[in-house]
């Protein structure tokens, strides 16, 4: 399971990647540019749930053991 927190990591981090290159500063909140804040937005949403995911396996890993 920690394999597949870790590739869902590494996935937001490229989407992230992907849609920083669509924004247009000048515009940001117009067309493409929005697109790609709420893609990034929603990324970032996906790392705090793995992270979240993660140390709650590391806890429930030390209060079984």
């Known amino acids: 399971m920690k394999i597949f927190a870790y590739f869902v990591f590494g996935l937001a981090v490229l989407l992230i ?21 709420i893609g990034i937005v929603a990324s970032l949403c996906a790392i705090v749930i793995m992270l979240i995911f993660v140390v709650s396996k590391k806890i429930q890993d030390k209060t079984n053991s």
């Not at 990647?17 to 804040?37: C, E, K, P, T």
């Open 17 to 37: 990647a992907i849609n920083a290159w669509m924004l247009d500063f000048n515009n940001l909140f117009q067309g493409d540019s929005m697109v790609g804040l």
